[in-house]
């Protein structure tokens, strides 16, 4: 039984021992920084089960209380948000997104391989466009419809103001109707995703020096804790970003892979290396899956804003290690999660997609703990 005193509960932790690592988290494409993955931990907090320091610029600790003693890791966001904001579109031109990232993923065959074996990947792709062609589409409708109305009863040919009020109605019902399939859906968000991949080849030298400074960073951390383990966590794009930036280290401090971990988690990796044209991520690619560093993915094949049911390696080079290099595996969100709670998400492709970064109903199928800070005798 777990002591109820705070005393009582601190000699019960200096019995069993307290597991320290250091966990460098690089996020997706977000321009919002470290605090809303701080807020996003601490909703989840629980006394004992997971706790969450307060954030310290990018930095915080979490903590878990395991039958085989306590696990503390202090989780640090590798920053490349300023990257995102200088990146990310607005205005107008942010309304021809779905069609400029579709027309890449056609040009590069990820649209015609993803509808014959990857139908959440392709379902997303084609999403926001269907919805802007839709709302196209029904202003075309609407503007006759009025059109015709006006000429009708001007020349007094047995028009009928119900049509223009039938055509005014569909406008005013439409309009703040497509805000909220935009809002609930989050297509801006959606698009802002895919177009990034599509252009993240183009992105030079700013990606460059970007990803040298989070390889410097991870060099860092491990030299200054020897004796702490260092893992390396990346979620959505951000897994492009980590798996670039832990080849990079490997180049900086000869024997990381004997105290480093990679985590990616709803990866983009096989997306991007469909999309072709980036030999700085193939010579990346090549030196990560070439050392033992050991990496973990977790992908939801229902996941339409990742790679789905494509592994990290599929469409590279590397794609016959497979297996052996990296152990992946999904998070069974359909077991892990009660129904209804599924049912949400599933209607809610961004909530989805951050579901790898919460707590789970039922822990035994996925446990985003035990990546981050598991039990003392899985860590060792």
Request: positive net charge.
């Amino acid at each position: 039984m777990r002591a109820n005193t705070t005393g009582e509960r601190a000699e019960a932790w200096r019995t069993v021992g307290v597991v320290e690592r250091r966990v460098l988290f690089v996020h997706g494409y977000d321009p919002r920084g470290p605090a809303p993955y701080h807020a996003l931990m601490a909703a989840e907090a629980r006394p004992g089960l997971f706790e969450v320091g307060p954030r310290q610029g990018a930095a915080w600790t979490v903590a878990v209380d395991w039958p085989e003693g306590r696990a503390e890791s202090r989780v640090e966001v590798l920053r490349w948000d300023d990257l995102v904001r200088a990146h990310w579109v607005r205005g107008p031109g942010a309304a021809g997104l779905p069609w400029r990232f579709l027309a890449a993923y056609v040009r590069a065959g990820v649209v015609a391989r993803a509808m014959r074996d990857n139908r959440p990947l392709f379902a997303a792709m084609l999403l926001p466009a269907l919805v802007a062609a839709s709302h196209g589409a029904l202003m075309i409708a609407v503007t006759t419809l009025a059109v015709l109305a006006i000429a009708a009863l001007a020349t007094r040919l047995g028009g009928s103001a119900a049509w223009g009020l039938t055509g005014l109605a569909a406008l005013l019902a439409w309009s703040p109707l497509r805000r909220a399939i935009q809002g609930r859906l989050d297509l801006d968000w959606l698009s802002q995703c895919f177009d990034a991949l599509a252009r993240f080849r183009d992105m030079p030298p700013d990606r460059e020096a970007k990803l040298d400074a989070l390889a410097a960073r991870i060099a860092e951390v491990a030299r200054d804790a020897p004796d702490q383990e260092v893992l390396v966590v990346g979620h959505s794009i951000g897994t492009l970003m980590a798996a670039a930036a832990v080849s990079r280290a490997l180049a900086l401090s000869p024997g990381l892979e004997r105290r480093a971990r990679l985590v990616t988690l709803g990866h983009c990796l096989s997306v991007y290396t469909l999309l072709g044209g980036d030999a700085g991520w193939r010579r990346d690619l090549a030196r990560l899956t070439a050392s033992d560093l050991p990496w973990t993915d977790v992908t939801s094949p229902a996941d339409g804003a990742s790679a789905g049911r494509w592994g990290p390696l599929r469409f590279s080079a590397h794609e016959a290690a497979g297996e052996d290099r990296v152990r992946a595996r999904s998070p069974r969100f359909h077991e892990a999660l009660d129904p209804a709670r599924m049912s949400r998400l599933r209607r809610d492709p961004r909530a989805l997609h951050f579901q790898y970064l919460g707590l789970s109903d039922r822990p035994e199928v996925y446990d985003v703990r035990r990546l981050i800070a598991p039990p003392p005798e899985a860590a060792r």
